[in-house]
């Protein structure tokens, strides 16, 4: 009886110590966003598709798809978007298991020179989530971008640029059902990568971010196609 115990023990260890995110293993995100502005209109479009793995490749940490309508004030540098999103879940390890969430979210940015090169820019974003088998959230979120070209005064043809951002995200309530607490800080983003301007409308980069939650901490690389058309 003892010995079965043992092993019972042992195998909730195991199992146990498998289902949890092993931080030193560096993930992978693989990225493409878009935006169009209607002509002789002030809106337009604007998303990402976003594939996300725990690993290099192979192990889901998510599948993001997003967009919005834009709109642009008269005379102002604000961008403002009304958006939905889906997002698909997995479990770090060997598990298939997902789960889903739809998110409404609206969102202002803008953008500011700073000296002659750095370009920042500033994106708030309000979120309403609806995660599978959870009560209804909200989320808040501040990204700080900037990007410093090197060989270039400018984000123009062939320029070579420092690209990094840090983001906030702030939960709006800690409740979300069936007795289960979340902190109000939900997690934070520092990125720090190096882009390359193939023409205005079609931007790389490539680099490292690191992601903080109140659980883990993890980095990621990064790969990202920019194209506005």
Not at 15 to 34: C, D, H, L, P, V
Not at 37 to 51: E, H, P, T, V
Not at 71 to 85: E, F, I, R, V
């Amino acid at each position: 009886m003892r010995k079965l115990f043992l092993v019972v023990c042992l195998l909730f260890v195991f199992k146990f110590s498998n289902s949890q995110i092993e931080q030193s293993k560096t993930g992978a995100w693989y990225m493409y966003f878009f935006k169009h502005q209607f002509k002789k209109s002030k809106f337009g479009i604007q998303g990402d598709l976003q594939y996300r793995n725990w690993n290099t490749i192979g192990d889901l940490e998510q599948l993001l798809v997003r967009t919005g309508i834009t709109y642009t004030p008269k005379d102002s540098n604000l961008l403002l978007t009304l958006g939905y999103a889906n997002i698909t879940t997995g479990v770090f390890g060997d598990s298939n298991d997902t789960t889903n969430e739809s998110r409404i979210y609206q969102e202002a940015l803008f953008s500011q020179r700073l000296l002659s090169r750095v370009l920042l820019t500033h994106r708030f974003r309000y979120e309403q989530r609806f995660v599978e088998n959870q009560d209804f959230r909200t989320r808040y979120r501040y990204n700080l971008f900037m990007n410093i070209p090197f060989n270039k005064k400018d984000l123009v043809k062939d320029a070579i640029y420092a690209a990094l951002y840090n983001e906030l995200f702030i939960n709006g309530q800690t409740d979300i059902g069936d007795d289960r607490i979340v902190e109000l800080f939900d997690r934070n983003r520092t990125y720090l990568g190096i882009g390359y301007v193939l023409k205005p409308s079609m931007k790389f980069q490539f680099g490292w971010m690191n992601q903080k939650t109140v659980n883990w901490g993890k980095g990621q690389l990064q790969l990202s196609f920019h194209h506005s058309f």
